[in-house]
């Protein structure tokens, strides 16, 4: 029971940090997307780092990437990929409407923010491909540390700025701020995100799998 709490509690937390801080970044901002970014980078750099170190005894995938490459690696079951997938959207999205809440926005506020286009296809792939490859390759002890690290560079080097997980893409789009994306943009998103934990798996498992 302990892992299914972790992977929903995680997630929603995590979400409920980007969303809560691309708001507050542009409530305290609203002339600089480069100051809110920074200060949405932070929020989520710190709230990964403490949400990985805090969960770790259970489970700290929180991202329907990271379970479906644990699936493939025989590590946890298809049944149970399957309860944590649904755990973490619906985890995602109670997160992000607490965000909205917390800001007195409508808990349900579908974004208006268009994400489209091959570019930000194409970053979304290589954003989550060197998400799993970090998560895959880092030893327990600094995975929490260096996926933070990793994510908080991606937001900067990737157009997309690495949303890198299936089920934060699908509550996001319950907020039209600055974290948000258009509910028409989240199935090639998810898809690109599917296609990087993949190719990410395949790469560990020809290259650099010792078993």
Request: aromatic content about 14%.
């Amino acid at each position: 029971m302990a892992k299914y709490i972790s992977e929903f509690l995680g997630t929603g937390i995590l979400f409920c940090a980007v969303v809560g801080s691309g708001i507050m970044g542009e409530n305290l901002n609203d002339t600089s997307d480069q100051v809110t970014l920074l200060t949405n980078t932070l929020a989520t750099v710190f709230a990964l780092y403490f949400l990985i170190s805090s969960f770790q005894p259970f489970s700290t995938h929180f991202n329907p990437a990271v379970s479906f490459v644990f699936c493939l690696k025989g590590e946890i079951s298809v049944k149970t990929c399957a309860v944590f997938v649904a755990l973490q959207i619906a985890g995602a999205i109670l997160g992000v409407m607490l965000a909205n809440y917390m800001f007195e926005i409508d808990p349900v506020n579908f974004s208006e923010k268009a994400r489209s286009g091959p570019n930000l296809f194409a970053s979304e792939i290589v954003a989550t491909f060197g998400l799993l490859l970090v998560i895959l390759l880092a030893s327990v002890e600094k995975v929490a540390g260096m996926v933070a690290a990793y994510i908080g560079a991606a937001y900067w080097f990737t157009s997309s700025t690495s949303f890198a997980n299936p089920a934060g893409t699908i509550g996001r789009a319950f907020s039209n701020t600055f974290a948000g994306i258009s509910p028409d943009d989240v199935m090639a998103f998810c898809a690109a995100q599917v296609i990087g934990a993949f190719l990410a798996y395949i790469l560990y498992k020809k290259v650099f799998s010792r078993s």
